[in-house]
Every structure is written in structure tokens, then in C-alpha cells.
């Protein structure tokens, strides 16, 4: 058990539609990161969150947001769902580099399925 | 930005076989190192990590990995493949100034064939 959960495990939602995926770090971690990881593209880094502020963006698309809460859980918004939204979700958490926070933490991931 | 590379996006061992995946960093600063494995359905989990003691990490399930800065490398090793290691294999890196970026590789998959 990594420490990080993130709820929904499965998620199927039509064309058109908007969902949220929720993650909870891992006690103590200030960083928040999620990834996207489909068949044809790979592991995607979309966007990183320290301590509720945006820190780095990847690959996101203008549909998607997220967001860090003070109690330092995070929440990724998908809207206008397409078809090829239907991939693997994963939030990772890591801890402040100055007390030797290096590693980052991977949940179990949401399965979202377009329909 | 940093870079990854895993080359090979598919290796196969039979079991008991070396079992050997590559990974090359580009930074002119040697970054912390990370190697995870991907099981079917499941997150990532972190094998090993190199972050500036030994060269040589070992990791969980009798993994090892070697930091050559010279060739920019922390290749993956395991003297003896077993069945239960077939798996998704991802290399990532993380530079030590800036604020937890990770970089990830693209990633190899591991076959076993008894």
C-alpha cells in the first residue's frame, strides 16, 4: 500500500459528459501529481500541484483541470469526454525535497472507460 | 528539461535468464534516479532509487542498478528472471534543484518464458 488513494477505482461515463477523480496523498506530501497512461501514448505527466499551487504542466488538455484543496487533496475535472479520453489515471504524491522527499508515490489509479 | 530513455520497449528472458533493461538520462548534473515496475492493473511501485550514495542500489525482488555518470546510465539488472517478474518497467529521473519534477521513461515490457 502506497498511501495514496483515489477514488473512483472504475469509471464509465458517456460522449460528452464531465467526471472528477479524487486523490488523497500520502500523510506529509505536499506534491501532487497526475498521469495519464493509455495503450497508444504511454505514461503522460499532465500537471503537478505543490501545497495547492499549479507547480508544473505537462500534457493537458484544455478540457481537463485540476486542483489542490488546503487539506492537500487533489481533484482531476474531465469534461467533454471524447472516446479517447479512456484511459488509466493515476495520482502520485511526494514529499518536500528538503526533509528528503525524493521518491514519488503511485495510487492504484482510476480506470476511466468513454462509452 | 531532463529526458529518459528506455531502449527497448519490449525484452524477453527465459527463466533463470540475465535479465538486463536500459535507461540514459540527459543533464550535465547527475539528477536522483528511480526505477519502478508496473504490474497488470496496478500503479507503480518503486523498485529501487538512486540518490547520491552508492553507485551500485539494490532494490526489492533482487533488482539492482548501477549509476555510471560517465555514460549517463542506471541500467536494471536481476541476475536470474523469474516468472513473476513480467511486468511493465519504468526508468524516471528527478532533478535535485528543482521543485519534484519526475521525468518518466516510456517504458519496457518484460516477457518471461519458462
Known amino acids: 500500500d502506497s498511501g495514496v488513494t483515489q477514488t473512483p477505482k472504475h469509471l464509465i461515463t458517456a460522449t460528452g459528459q464531465r467526471v472528477t477523480l479524487r486523490c488523497s496523498p500520502r500523510s506529509g506530501d505536499l506534491s501532487v501529481y497526475w498521469y495519464q497512461q493509455s495503450l497508444d501514448q504511454g505514461l503522460q505527466f499532465l500537471i503537478q500541484?505543490?501545497?495547492?499551487?499549479?507547480?508544473a504542466k505537462g500534457n493537458i488538455l484544455e478540457r481537463f483541470s485540476a486542483q489542490q484543496f488546503p487539506d492537500l487533496h487533489s481533484e482531476l475535472n474531465l469534461s467533454s469526454l471524447e472516446l479517447g479520453d479512456s484511459a488509466l489515471y493515476f495520482c502520485?504524491?511526494?514529499?518536500?525535497?528538503?526533509?528528503?522527499?525524493?521518491?514519488?508515490?503511485f495510487g492504484q489509479g482510476t480506470r476511466l472507460t468513454v462509452v | 528539461a531532463q529526458s529518459v530513455t528506455q531502449l527497448g520497449s519490449h525484452v524477453s528472458v527465459s527463466e533463470g535468464a540475465l535479465v538486463l533493461l536500459r535507461c540514459n538520462y540527459s543533464s550535465s548534473v547527475p539528477p536522483y534516479l528511480f526505477w519502478y515496475v508496473q504490474y497488470p492493473n496496478q500503479g507503480l511501485q518503486l523498485l529501487l532509487k538512486?540518490?547520491?550514495?552508492?553507485?551500485l542500489v539494490k532494490g526489492i525482488n533482487g533488482f539492482e542498478a548501477e549509476f555510471k555518470k560517465s555514460e549517463t546510465s542506471f541500467h536494471l539488472t536481476k541476475p536470474s528472471a523469474h516468472m513473476s517478474d513480467a511486468a511493465e518497467y519504468f526508468c524516471?529521473?528527478?532533478?535535485?534543484?528543482?521543485?519534484?519534477?519526475?521525468?518518466f521513461g516510456t517504458g519496457t515490457s518484460l516477457t518471461v518464458i519458462p
Open positions: 500541484y505543490y501545497n495547492g499551487e499549479e507547480r
Open positions: 538512486y540518490t547520491s550514495a552508492a553507485t
Open positions: 524516471a529521473v528527478s532533478e535535485r534543484n528543482t521543485g519534484n519534477q519526475f521525468y
Open positions: 502520485a504524491s511526494s514529499g518536500p525535497r528538503g526533509r528528503g522527499g525524493t521518491e514519488a508515490f
